[in-house]
Each structure stands twice: as C-alpha cells, then as structure tokens.
C-alpha cells in the first residue's frame, strides 16, 4: 500500500508539469492564430463608396493606430512561436524557475505590446462608429459598414490574443516562483 502511495506523489509532479507545459502549449497556439487572423483582417481591410459622384475610400493604412495593431500583432505572433519553439525544447529537459521566469518577462512584454495596440485601435474604432460631436469629427461606419465590421473583427482577436497572454503571464510568473524539488 505504500509503495503505491509512493509511485503516485512521484507521478504527480511529473503529470502536473505535463499539463502545464500543454497548456502553454495551447494558449501559444491560440495567440499565434489570433494575431496573425487580425493582421490578415487588419492589412487587407479596405472599402470604396460612392456618394454623390464622389469617390470615397476607407484603407486600414490611413489610420496610424490601425497601422500600430497590425505591427504589433506581426511581433506578438513572430515573437510567441519562437516562445513555443523555446517552451517545447526547454519544457521536455527540466522544470527550472529561471526558464519561466524568462517566459515571464517575454509575455508581459508581448502583452504590452498587443495591449497598446488594442486600445488605440479601439479609440479610433469608436470615434469612427460614434463620432465626437464636440470636435465636430462625423462617424463614419454608417458609410463603411464592411470596413469597421472587419476592423471591429480584428481588434476582437486582438483582444482574445491579450487575454491569453494574460493567462501565459500569470502562471509562467506562478512557475517562476516556485522552488524546485
């Protein structure tokens, strides 16, 4: 009966460690997809109207903040395989605090970054929906319908990419302090 009890607290860690590692796994995948499906969003993102003779166009590179997004989701992407190329090769070898901690200090800069890009796309997102009738600027979403439902898309993965790197950051932080047995 002991040496069952034995064989399994010795499993344990081991099994925990597995199921930490696929979830980073996993939520790596997730952020990798999600960035890189904004970015397509983002840079292929374009409307042409006509209205009254004139012809009016709408083009994601207009804007300086939606321009901003899709950079920093290029870089969050590139930067989160080579983070899973890392996290395969050192995960399988040891389970040392330094490894997490330097995936720690990785995707609290990812998330910043990705942070810093949503919400600027979500000011201008908003100011193109609602206008600012105190500065007199108009919305323009009634007349570009496609391109702010395919802005409003991409800054949506966008946001599911920081939530995931949120996760990422706290239980690689949660790893980091761990001491090792």
Same mark, same amino acid.
């Given at each position: *009966? ?22 980073? @796994? +996993? ?8 960035? +890189? ?13 006509? @209205? ?36 395969? /090769?050192? $995960? ?18 990812? *998330? ?11 000011? @201008? $997102?908003? /100011? $193109? ?6 500065? $007199? ?19 949506? +993965?966008?946001? /599911?990419? /920081? ?19």
């Amino acid at each position: *009966m002991a040496d069952i009890e034995t064989k399994f607290s010795q499993n344990q860690p081991l099994k925990t460690q597995k199921n930490f590692i696929g979830a980073q @796994i +996993f939520l790596r995948i997730v952020v990798i997809a999600a960035s +890189f499906a904004s970015t397509w969003l983002m840079l292929t993102n374009k409307q042409t109207i006509d @209205i009254g003779g004139f012809v009016l166009d709408a083009n994601y590179s207009y804007s300086p903040e939606f321009k901003f997004l899709s950079y920093a989701n290029i870089v969050v992407g590139a930067f989160s395989f080579l983070s899973l190329l890392f996290l395969v /090769l050192v $995960g399988r070898r040891s389970s040392n605090p330094t490894y997490y901690f330097i995936l720690f200090l990785h995707d609290l800069a990812l *998330m910043s970054l990705v942070l810093g890009g949503c919400a600027s796309a979500t000011v @201008i $997102g908003s /100011l $193109g929906k609602y206008g600012n009738s105190h500065t $007199g600027w108009m919305q323009i979403c009634d007349h570009f319908g496609k391109f702010c439902k395919r802005a409003t898309t991409s800054v949506t +993965f966008s946001y /599911l990419s /920081l939530v995931c790197l949120l996760i990422l950051t706290i239980t690689s932080a949660s790893k980091s302090r761990q001491i090792q047995v």
